[in-house]
């Protein structure tokens, strides 16, 4: 598989994130990750530990209904957050941006529970596959429309666990 971009690159990145994050907010209130699982896992966690102290952490699980479906941007909520978000300073953690459905459908849920602050952070974002202008305050790296792999992307649930990103042959 072609790499696309290397460990160091991603975590180089984290740290550049990370400190862009924390320069946005008040130096003593805490921040709020919701970490969108599955494929924002591995990103939650070197970010959480490229930052301060001053951070909690949460997760939520969506779902498409079907791949067929996805174009209609139906989003299942499969686990939801264990604690509120009223007067927080909220963060989403999601892994990719592509079509822009399963984040818009996240920030209207998260929206309406009354976070003080509500953005949102992507490592990755697909600008060309753009169906709904999202709103995305921190972006790792934008790349081209190619089927990428590895840290936390998948292909059939595989490759989530490689430390590079990857473009996977023949797509
Ligand atoms: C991926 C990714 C985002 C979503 C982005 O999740 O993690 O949640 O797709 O696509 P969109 O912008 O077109 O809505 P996926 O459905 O593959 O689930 P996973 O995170 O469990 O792999």
Do not use: W
């Amino acid at each position: 598989m072609e790499i696309l971009l290397t460990s160091d690159m991603i975590q180089q990145r984290i740290r550049e994130m990370a400190g862009e994050i924390e320069a946005d907010y008040p130096a003593d209130e805490n921040i709020h990750l919701v970490g969108v699982l599955k494929g924002g896992f591995m990103f939650m966690a070197d970010l959480v530990r490229a930052m301060g102290s001053r951070v909690t952490l949460d997760f939520i699980a969506v779902s498409s209904y079907a791949k067929s479906t996805k174009s209609s941007g139906e989003v299942r909520l499969v686990k939801d957050l264990d604690s509120g978000l009223e007067g927080r300073h909220v963060i989403i953690i999601e892994d990719i941006v592509d079509t822009g459905l399963t984040l818009t459908y996240l920030q209207d849920i998260l929206r309406a529970r009354a976070p003080r602050t509500l953005r949102t952070a992507c490592l990755l974002s697909k600008p060309s596959r753009r169906k709904v202008d999202v709103v995305v305050d921190y972006i790792g790296f934008t790349i081209e429309d190619r089927f990428v792999v590895g840290y936390g992307l998948d292909y059939a649930e595989q490759y989530r666990n490689l430390r590079d990103i990857a473009v996977l042959d023949g797509e």
